[in-house]
């Protein structure tokens, strides 16, 4: 029987099916690289703070929750059980604070310890939409008479919380410890004896083996005290690789000028600074409407100014380099929703990582937050 003729100008059937067979593949694999949708509403921001700008690259898409790390204040928390609350709640990495200067010299790193009666300072959050640059409104996480110099010595064995990071550790966490704090000396404010301030580093990160450290700043008006932070810094991490963080109060107009000078004197004195921590205080569920939208407002400026500081080739590298806290005055300051709308801001824009700090929220709150 003769075969069916081809028309001029048509493909052979083999090579037709061929091709069909290749552009449903196609089609297949351009379907899949299409960007999710959110699980949750976008933590939207004004058009004006975050379209892209020529100095500015877009937030690169991303499915990864943001990582959950605790933190414990070890003076007003003595008790916390670091493995048990890991295996209870899911949460693997904590921070710890806060280590503060001690010695006759101040170069004697020390636990800070409760006064007889602490009192949470919660009610001074500054509303993001009123704050200035200059504007004299004290500082909404600072609470100075939180901390006294009457603490423990390093020794891990003295501080019941730290002693526990060996267990942590044998269930897959960590902890990492925090130096300074709201109303405290942190050792480079003090230790200026040449050498000195490295050492009591060292001592710290040898103590309890660290594969990171944080430093929540309240100095960074005195140049001379950054540099030394960044010289001592410097030198522990051409020793051993170290990951280094700082804890900065997030303002409605981004980072004060001050820490973004100490940001940009550590980066020149050559001292990897891979995260910065934003300390954002929360304004009520009862304040104006849009107040995530000025947190965003406020963020995007943050990053802004670390990708100047930085010298950071990519703009979009700068969100990566952010981790978000937020500070709660009362548990209602945040509902579900608002929990969703973080976790999904976090995760979209690939930040390092999020925390609570303040008034613990609801448990649903926190469930959502810490994530599957």
């Not at 295996?87 to 604070?97: A, F, N």
């Not at 200035?132 to 004290?138: I, R, W």
């Amino acid at each position: 029987m003769p075969r069916h003729k081809r028309e001029p100008g048509t493909l052979p059937r083999p090579l037709a099916i061929l091709g069909g067979l290749g552009l449903a593949a196609a089609t297949a694999v351009a379907i899949q690289l299409l960007p999710a949708g959110a699980a949750a509403p976008p933590l939207r921001t004004p058009p004006a703070v975050v379209e892209p700008s020529p100095s500015a690259s877009p937030a690169v898409a991303t499915e990864r929750p943001a990582p959950f790390v605790g933190f414990v204040d070890t003076a007003r928390d003595p008790g916390f059980d670091l493995p048990a609350q890991s295996r209870r709640t899911g949460v693997r990495h904590y921070m710890l604070g806060h280590l503060i200067a001690g010695g006759d010299d101040g170069c004697s790193p020390k636990w800070a310890g409760p006064l007889e009666t602490p009192q949470p300072d919660a009610d001074r959050s500054v509303p993001l939409e009123t704050s200035e640059p200059g504007t004299d409104q004290g500082d909404p996480l600072e609470t100075p008479d939180q901390y006294t110099s009457r603490s423990d010595p390093l020794d891990p064995g003295k501080n019941p919380v730290a002693n526990k990071i060996g267990r942590l550790r044998a269930l897959g966490g960590d902890a990492v410890p925090t130096f300074g704090g709201p109303g405290v000396e942190e050792l480079a404010v003090t230790c200026t004896r040449p050498g000195g301030l490295a050492a009591a580093y060292r001592r710290v990160v040898g103590a309890f083996d660290a594969a990171a450290v944080d430093f929540e700043i309240r100095d960074s008006e005195d140049g001379a005290v950054a540099l030394r932070r960044a010289r001592a810094i410097r030198a522990m991490r051409r020793e051993r690789p170290l990951r280094v963080s700082f804890t900065l109060p997030l303002r409605p107009y981004g980072l004060d000028a001050a820490d973004v000078a100490m940001l940009r004197t550590t980066h020149e004195a050559g001292a990897e600074v891979g995260t910065v921590n934003l300390l954002a205080a929360m304004q009520p569920r009862s304040a104006p409407h849009g107040r995530l939208r000025r947190l965003a407002a406020a963020i995007q400026l943050a990053k802004d100014q670390i990708v100047r500081a930085q010298d950071l080739p990519d703009p979009g590298q700068a969100w990566r380099r952010i981790a978000l806290t937020p500070v709660l005055a009362g548990e209602g300051d945040l509902s579900e929703l608002d929990a969703r709308t973080l976790a999904g801001y976090a995760a979209r824009h690939g930040l390092a990582w999020l925390s609570l700090r303040g008034v613990p929220p609801s448990r649903d709150v926190t469930r959502i937050l810490r994530g599957p």
